[in-house]
């Protein structure tokens, strides 16, 4: 029977939900080797020093404090939720979503204020709580670890408090926002005595410059094009991308090979102002791993 190694660090991942594929895609791109199987509890990588655990995510939290692990990738609101005494340690990118209070479309609701004295249902007593105390709101909040959405249609709450990503769940419930409690997206945490240990920071290092260079990589495209030798200096200034795009000449003495990185939330705006000052011969491409 496989054994756990006493050597390596210790990270816990949701075993099966709204973050797993997400998570082990970026495990596999960070060039992690392991197997992994339906029923399995956890992974050992061959390539890295890291043993990977499949828990439940409401357990990751409490798991990295109590120090079973060293490590965990779990939602920003679960972790909110736990209060448990952990360090967060870095945004991955994926799993956006939001902790809302949201009413029946026709309840006349606008305001938080409004609320007071009224029930509402979550399955976030503590955050929910906390919400409603800084606003200086006396609602009562009603624990529940179903489906939330459906407590106001049978008179249990006049509004709700649940986690939205798309909010196609609300509008099939005839439910609105009025209120952003959390924002939330998946986030590494770490135990903070492992933090603080001299061999397992190192190796925590290691596999967050890991993460980050795949993250990185995620906000920029790599952009190749051929520009109007008159032209460069101007496109070259426009180009909101890596300190300096590389410039080659070409086999035209009228044409310089421009390369660059350009962030991805500006990459539209930028590129039809290129095409505009004459960039001919645009190649686009994403990258996988980035470091600065």
């Known amino acids: 029977m496989a054994k756990l190694n006493d050597d390596h660090l210790k990270l816990a991942i949701q075993k099966d939900g709204r973050l797993t594929e997400d998570t082990r895609n970026l495990l596999r791109t960070v060039g992690l080797h392991y197997e992994t199987y339906k029923r399995q509890l956890f992974s050992i990588c061959r390539n890295f020093p890291l043993d990977i655990l499949y828990v439940r995510d409401d357990d990751i939290a409490e798991y990295v404090a109590e120090g079973v692990v060293d490590l965990g990738i779990v939602g920003r609101n679960l972790v909110v939720e736990s209060e448990k005494p952990v360090k967060e340690l870095l945004e991955l990118n994926y799993g956006q979503c939001?902790?809302?209070?949201?009413?029946?479309?026709?309840?006349?609701?606008?305001?938080?204020?409004?609320?007071?004295?009224?029930?509402?249902?979550?399955?976030?007593?503590?955050?929910?709580?906390?919400?409603?105390?800084?606003?200086?709101?006396?609602?009562?909040?009603?624990?529940?670890?179903?489906?939330?959405?459906?407590?106001?249609?049978?008179?249990?709450?006049?509004?709700?408090?649940?986690?939205?990503?798309?909010?196609?769940?609300?509008?099939?419930?005839?439910?609105?926002?009025?209120?952003?409690?959390?924002?939330?997206?998946?986030?590494?945490?770490?135990?903070?005595?492992?933090?603080?240990?001299?061999?397992?920071?190192?190796?925590?290092?290691?596999?967050?410059?890991?993460?980050?260079?795949?993250?990185?990589?995620?906000?920029?495209?790599y952009v190749m094009m051929n520009v109007p030798h008159d032209s460069l200096a101007y496109i070259t200034t426009i180009m909101p991308g890596l300190k300096s795009p590389t410039v080659l000449p070409t086999a035209d003495a009228g044409w310089m090979a421009v390369h660059t990185a350009i962030r991805e939330d500006v990459f539209w705006d930028v590129i039809e102002e290129l095409k505009t000052l004459g960039a001919q011969g645009i190649l686009v491409s994403s990258i996988e791993k980035m470091f600065f």
Request: proline residues 5%; charged residues 15%; hydrophobic residues 40%.
């Open 98 to 221: 939001s902790l809302k209070v949201a009413v029946p479309a026709e309840s006349g609701i606008t305001t938080i204020e409004q609320l007071a004295g009224c029930n509402v249902a979550t399955s976030y007593p503590v955050t929910t709580t906390r919400y409603f105390a800084d606003q200086h709101v006396d609602a009562n909040i009603i624990t529940i670890s179903g489906s939330v959405e459906i407590t106001p249609a049978l008179g249990v709450a006049s509004a709700i408090v649940d986690l939205v990503s798309t909010g196609s769940s609300l509008r099939l419930n005839d439910l609105i926002p009025i209120a952003n409690v959390l924002d939330s997206q998946s986030i590494v945490i770490g135990n903070p005595r492992s933090v603080a240990h001299p061999e397992k920071r190192a190796i925590i290092d290691r596999l967050l410059t890991r993460f980050q260079g795949v993250i990185t990589a995620s906000e920029y495209k």
